[in-house]
């Protein structure tokens, strides 16, 4: 259903979904040797406009991805297409960056109100899956629209590490995503690799970078991911180096390398149990006992 | 190049046979080759059959411009952003990946991110660069090839990207109600039907476009056949002309208008790059005409005629509105948002219902079907075997007509695969291969041979080059294609 009417549209017209990082405590610990956030939005601010320059019928959205919640800041379909790219008023950015810079402004500080005091250890995760079902929601709108749609994809700006918490929530959007063929590219802009958007990537078919040197982070998103997907069949795109398959479990949210599995419902746990949580299967008696005995031949949980 | 197969990319006025054999090249030709006014400028245009082929859009035509009138539009930052839109997908990249690089880069480079399945596209794309005088091509003393960015293009383009545009003129503020969006795109319809009325037949126009006697004659020019003491009869390319959708043919009249600007005394370049700057002003809005040169306000008034802007006068001043059509006009030509709905339904017993008010659809439709009759929103005709022939005359060929029924099939059948029912389209090829049953080719005929040796050498020597059609041993006459003639006259030659 997805992927045969947007033969209908030209060839490079593209929707861009882009999820922006906007983690408070990610950007407040970045050092020396990653960008601050006003650096970074600059970069984007930048390859934002220069997708929308490329078509008149590009169409990017940008969902800002909190700690606390997620939100719509910028749909570009929203403004009059001639408009976006012009001068605002005062002349020294084009009209949507303002628009988009307000609109990121008050989503923080309603981000924050909703923060809970709670003391928190470390960076902490942002809501990566709420951001991706907001945008997967937001594509499907496209494709119920009519025959003639842009061809879309998502693009994750992520810094902050996985929540392991999340990890059913994102797998399902992940699914979900490939099902619609549509590709999540993603551009990690934190200290280690994200095995979630690893595997995002790595399912849907989309880009996934972890670039060197942020400063710059512009000619990294030109390059890589401002390659509409017609382009794609032409051109050499980074190739992951290795990817993260590792789960998590469902019972501690921790990630495993080796676990049980319901053979009913594919429910993973760190731990034997006597009941699946998920389904409610019981799990016989003899056989936990015997893998009891020995945990190494219980049936691995990499494919 | 995008894969749309427009049926009138390439076009020939000679012949069929040079249409056809032109329209075998279903792969774009090298960029180079499709300059639109080859026919003009061709020193040997009165010996060679004419071939005129027209340029596929307007950026072919601003790519066929001289280089320093070239580096004078690119002067303009909202000319560069035209032409960044009117690129290949791949050749958009290419101009954003050098954006802030200042150092040539060698081809190579680039070369090793294409797949080898995108050669060709790379190639189409850095063509297309180097033609439009984007990427400047250098080569250095080992004859390594290596590309920078056009610095006047690439300054414009880092401005507009990080400050956004500033349009010479900004709407104005007014008190008055202006035509809404669907009133406009009534507006621009009517305008230019009745402009398409006019230019096929000034008799059949309810009222005429402002246009001066001479300038109707330039754009008729090449689509209607002039002789003296005759009426005017619409030639095959005129024919063509009408199918073609609106984008298309206002491609077709823009280039014209442009091409007979010196005429006119005015630069194209002007004209063009006003062109251009028109397409990035908002749809709807209006803007003050004394922000105007004089030749930007003939040419508005001119561009007013065709529809693509409304003028309107207030009290004090006076202001254009930009409509649906000259926005588009940067946009690349198969973009197929803009093609308008469709309204033909074709029927499997050949019976045609167009639910359309237009004379000039009936005109069309008429072209190729007879009209049986009109309703007032219902042009009902069936497409006979005679309607066709006619047609085929005309120099239209079945394709264009199934290609016409399919794109402004009405939505309800357009849902449909396929849009126009099989039987109906088989027969109208069929009707057309029908008339093509004798196929022609040029021949000699040789008899009078001396000897039954002779002969039979002949027809072998012939039969080797695979060129012999008939021969007749009895009484010794044999017909081979032209092609091979002279070799055969030197093969007898010998034997003597």
Sequence with gaps: ?303 | MHSTGSPLGLEAVAGRNQLRRLQAHKHPPPPHSLKFHSDLQSPCADKMPQVKIIAKNFMDMVASLPACKLDKLCESPFICEAILRSLPPLAKKYVLQLLYIVVPIPAKSFEEWVLPDGLSKHRVAIDRLIQLRVYIETIDRKKETSYQLNPTFQINLQKQLIHGGVLPREPMPLNVRLPTLEELETYTHEQWECFLLQLISSTQAERLTNFSFAMMKVFQRGLLSQREKEAPRLTENGFQFLLMDTNAQLWYIIREYISNAEERGVDPVDLISFMLELSFHETGQAYNINTLTEVQIITVKDLANLGLVKLQQGRKDSWFIPTKLVTNLSVSLSDSTTRKQGFVVVETNFRMYAYSSSKLHCEILRLFSRVEYQLPNLIVGAITKESLYSAFENGITAEQIISFLQQNAHPRVAERMPSVPENVMDQIRLWEADLNRVEMTPAHLYEEFPSKDVFDSACDFARDYGGVLWEDSKTMRLVVKADIHNHIREYLRRQK
């Design chain 1, 1 to 303: 259903m997805a992927s045969a009417p947007s033969k209908l549209c030209t060839d490079d017209v593209s929707l861009l979904v882009v999820l922006l990082d906007t983690n408070p405590y990610f950007w407040s610990t970045s050092n020396d040797s990653s960008v601050s956030l006003s650096n970074f939005l600059s970069h984007v601010l930048s390859f934002l406009n220069s997708i929308l320059f490329l078509n008149q019928l590009n169409q990017v959205v940008v969902i800002a991805t909190g700690y606390n919640s997620c939100g719509y800041i910028y749909d570009s379909s929203l403004s009059s297409s001639s408009s976006i790219t012009k001068s605002s008023g005062n002349g020294r950015v084009p009209a949507f960056c303002s628009e988009l810079l307000e609109n990121l402004e008050e989503f923080l500080t309603k981000d924050e109100k909703m923060s809970i005091e709670e003391s928190i250890d470390g960076i902490g995760s942002s809501l990566l899956s709420g951001s991706l079902s907001m945008a997967l929601c937001y594509i499907q709108r496209i494709f119920r629209s009519g025959p003639l749609h842009p061809q879309p994809r998502i693009l994750c700006l992520h810094g902050s590490p996985d929540g392991p918490e999340q990890y059913v929530a994102v797998m399902n959007t992940i699914f979900s995503a490939q099902r619609s063929m549509v590709p999540i590219d993603s551009c990690v802009i934190g200290a280690q690799h994200s095995a979630f958007l690893q595997q995002a990537s790595y399912i849907t078919g989309g880009v996934y970078l972890k670039p060197q040197q942020l400063d710059g982070l512009f000619q990294y998103l030109i390059t890589v991911f401002a390659t509409d997907l017609h382009s794609r069949n032409f051109l050499q795109l980074p190739k992951p180096a290795g990817v993260d398959f590792r789960a998590s479990c469902f019972c501690h949210k921790n990630t495993i390398d080796m676990g049980y599995i319901c053979s009913v419902c594919l429910s993973i746990f760190c731990k034997h149990h006597k009941k699946c949580s998920t389904c409610g299967s019981f799990f016989g008696q003899a056989q936990s006992q015997a893998a009891s005995m020995s945990d190494q031949k219980r049936k691995g949980l990499e494919t």
